[in-house]
């Protein structure tokens, strides 16, 4: 069993920043990290996905070159670092983790296997 604990949320101003944790334990070898954002009653999307070793990630292009996503192999956390955020950025967002494609990552949210508990994201204008 993979347990996956995120950081609290935030509230920020538009245009400022903010960094979400996923921490993992349990047998997570060769699991790739995601984030995904979900606003009410619509699916959850996906924003950025990262390997087991880091060395490899993938972007919604909805957010590239605004949000980073990073991972500290020691601790088994990953991070999602967003800025200049804007209100459309408001959305509870959760990591998964799945091991779907080994040594690769997956956008689609079928196929992550592990959830945190998600936490909200809130973007004032």
């Known amino acids: 069993q993979v347990y996956l604990v995120e950081s609290v949320g935030g509230f920020v101003q538009d245009g400022g920043s903010l960094r979400l944790s996923c921490a993992a334990s349990?047998?997570?070898?060769?699991?790739?990290t995601a984030w995904f954002r979900q606003d009410p009653g619509k699916e959850r999307e996906f924003v950025a996905a990262?390997?087991?070793?880091?060395?490899?990630?993938n972007y919604a292009e909805s957010v590239k070159g605004r949000f980073t996503i990073s991972k500290d192999v020691a601790k088994n956390t990953v991070y999602l670092q967003m800025n200049r955020l804007k209100p459309e950025h408001t959305a509870v967002y959760y990591c998964?983790?799945?091991?779907?494609?080994?040594?690769?990552?997956?956008?689609?949210?079928?196929?992550?296997?592990?959830w945190g508990q998600g936490n909200q994201v809130t973007v004032s204008s």
């Open positions: 998964g983790a799945t091991t779907a494609i080994i040594g690769g990552t997956t956008s689609n949210v079928e196929d992550y296997d592990y």
């Open positions: 349990g047998p997570t070898t060769n699991y790739a």
């Open positions: 990262i390997i087991w070793s880091g060395a490899m990630t």
